[in-house]
């Protein structure tokens, strides 16, 4: 999904609102004289930022005889708003329709490397003027906005409902299609690209973005909705069909992905830190030796991770947060608990350490199983990190017993 570039958004905000008044009332005086109207869905291809990883979707309206064409966008916000990083913390973040020229909004994405693909839609002129009588409508207030929801209510799902009002009948989506989760789709296109951010949504959306999802809610992603509109067909009520798409034409080509992978992956890097911590296990039995300042490590990195999953999962309306179970493994606890295990350790005392790590560890697996959330490897192997000094923390403090 797309967005603006930090250093730029306020400037092309005002642009593309003062654009969207003028270009519209000139199209609308067009529109009253006759013209004929073509309707397609721009679909953008993934980039490398955090917020290009999965793509973009767009209506394009191009009229045939005045040959105006402009580009109806959902993905546009203004980092101007009032608490905007507050707001976008927690999920609150308000987007608009924003109206450019097709061959500005085309230019941006060529410049980036990136692919534009229009999908001509096959529609009447009674559906495609049905279409841009409501984006029009939307597009001429000045205060209309809409609460963005990354899986249920983005730019895509919006460009797809507004096609499925206009036409006479409903739309057909195929059927005969693969169930996935909203986790494999994000984790599709993220991983390639970036794997670390794949990583740390991972720890923060939960069991809801694990459960079986059919094409209706796959629509959210731009890629998948382009390919279910090539198979999508048009059913009227007389039951006669016809094909969404007319013809899928190429307006700019993605780059070559030239990005060479990282070899410093979370797999490798949780990988690394369970054999080390393995190793220095095997070292510390023999020895007889606590090494509490490893478990004392892993607590303070448990807990600063827990921070952000424990805030999103309490207070933020970002889509599955709330169903997230490593809440239960990964919070802000061990921050109020290492201070006293310290000073329990400085006067020799039983910390207990073994035992809290062993049921928080305990808990978050059979609550995710039952839950149904999928662990990724990575967090797997940071639990049998944690698991193992536990273990040998227990250990320990059994032997110390009479």
């Not at 793509?55 to 064409?69: E, L, V």
């Not at 303070?300 to 709330?322: D, E, K, R, W, Y």
């Not at 049921?359 to 039952?370: D, E, K, N, Y």
């Amino acid at each position: 999904m797309k967005s603006l570039r930090p250093l730029w958004v306020q400037i092309v905000t005002m642009m593309v609102a003062m654009f969207s008044m003028t270009a519209i009332q000139a199209y609308a005086k067009a529109e009253a004289e006759g013209d004929s109207l073509e309707v397609s869905l721009l679909t953008c291809t993934p980039g490398h930022e955090v917020y290009e990883l999965y793509g973009h979707t767009a209506i394009r309206i191009y009229n045939m005889r005045t040959r105006s064409d402009l580009t109806f966008n959902y993905g546009v916000f203004s980092f101007g708003a009032p608490h905007f990083v507050w707001r976008f913390i927690k999920g609150e973040t308000d987007y608009c329709l924003g109206v450019v020229p097709t061959a500005a909004f085309v230019a941006s994405y060529a410049e980036d490397g990136r692919g534009v693909t229009a999908q001509v839609l096959n529609l009447r002129q009674d559906e495609a003027h049905r279409l841009y009588d409501g984006l029009i409508q939307l597009a001429t207030q000045p205060d209309w906005t809409y609460r963005y929801n990354f899986f249920y209510d983005n730019c895509t799902t919006r460009a797809i409902a507004d096609v499925e009002r206009c036409v006479d009948g409903e739309v057909a989506w195929p059927t005969e299609v693969p169930e996935r989760t909203f986790r494999q789709i994000v984790t599709e296109f993220a991983a390639p690209r970036a794997d670390w951010n794949r990583f740390g949504q991972d720890l923060l959306i939960g069991a809801e973005a694990d459960r079986s999802i059919g094409v209706r809610e796959q629509l959210f992603s731009p890629i998948y909705a382009q390919g279910f509109a090539a198979q999508a067909r048009i059913r009227r009520a007389d039951g006669t069909t016809r094909p969404l798409v007319r013809e899928q034409l190429v307006l700019t080509a993605a780059a070559g992905d030239v990005a060479q992978p990282s070899w410093f992956t979370p797999l490798t890097a949780t990988g690394a830190l369970f054999i080390l911590c393995l190793a220095l296990t095997v070292w510390g039995w023999r020895r007889g030796r606590a090494l509490r300042w490893a478990d004392n490590t892993l607590l303070l990195m448990q807990g600063v991770i827990g921070l952000p999953v424990a805030f999103l999962f309490l207070f933020s309306t970002h889509p599955t947060v709330g169903s997230n179970m490593l809440i239960l493994w990964l919070n802000p606890l061990p921050l109020l608990y290492l201070p006293w295990k310290i000073w329990r350790n400085g006067h020799h005392r039983p910390d207990g350490f073994g035992y809290a790590a062993g049921i928080s560890v305990g808990l978050t697996v059979a609550a995710g199983l039952l839950a149904g959330q999928r662990f990724p490897a990575e967090v797997w192997l940071l639990m049998a990190t944690y698991a193992t000094r536990a273990l040998h923390a227990g250990y320990l403090q059994l032997q110390q017993k009479p």
